[in-house]
């Protein structure tokens, strides 16, 4: 078992923690669940509504998406806005539906990543803001010790229900996010 730690069973780390809370729980880009399990990637609001809606159409990170997550669909997993940079998750590893507090994340959609563009200069990125819409003043901009960043180009995206409702809260589902990369989750 690839999980390592007992499937659903494992509880959700009670505090943040800069150490995994279960063994076996964060992998690297070449993770080969990557290319068959249900994977969600978090997203804080507003930034998750903006890419359902079409009007976000390149997600910038500081690492690049894993290979086996290209034209695969990728579940959206909108959190509460919070520090920039920083999950609102918190930082531990495995997380449950039923123990999160109300409006923490909500699968609002799915997105698939068609290319990875790279940014190796403020000119370029900058020269991008109106399809990553981050603004030269943000917590995610181009910084004097940004070396590189990762655009991922949105190929496709759509909303799982109307008027923002979350798939968990529209349809009774319970689920278990396991952290397999950064922002990049399993969905259980």
């Known amino acids: 078992d690839d999980v390592g730690w007992g499937g659903k069973e494992a509880a959700v780390a009670e505090a943040p923690s800069a150490k995994p809370t279960a063994p076996n729980t964060v992998k690297a880009p070449d993770w080969d669940g990557f290319k068959d399990r249900p994977v969600g990637l978090e997203m804080q609001r507003p930034w998750a509504g903006h890419l359902l809606e079409g009007r976000k159409t390149i997600e910038t990170r500081q690492y690049d998406l894993p290979r086996a997550l290209l034209n695969r669909r990728i579940e959206v997993l909108e959190s509460r806005r919070g520090q920039d940079g920083v999950s609102s998750l918190g930082e531990g590893n495995i997380f449950r539906s039923s123990e999160m507090q109300d409006g923490v994340v ?56 109307e008027g923002g409702l979350a798939k968990a809260a529209a349809d009774g589902d319970s689920f278990v996010l396991v952290r397999r990369m950064r922002s990049l989750f399993e969905i259980e």
């Open 106 to 161: 909500a699968r609002r959609g799915w997105v698939v990543f068609g290319d990875v563009k790279v940014y190796d200069d403020r000119e370029a990125f900058e020269g991008d803001e109106a399809s990553h819409m981050v603004q030269k003043d943000s917590g995610y901009a181009w910084k004097e010790s940004t070396k590189r960043v990762y655009g991922w180009v949105v190929k496709e995206a759509g909303s799982f229900t």
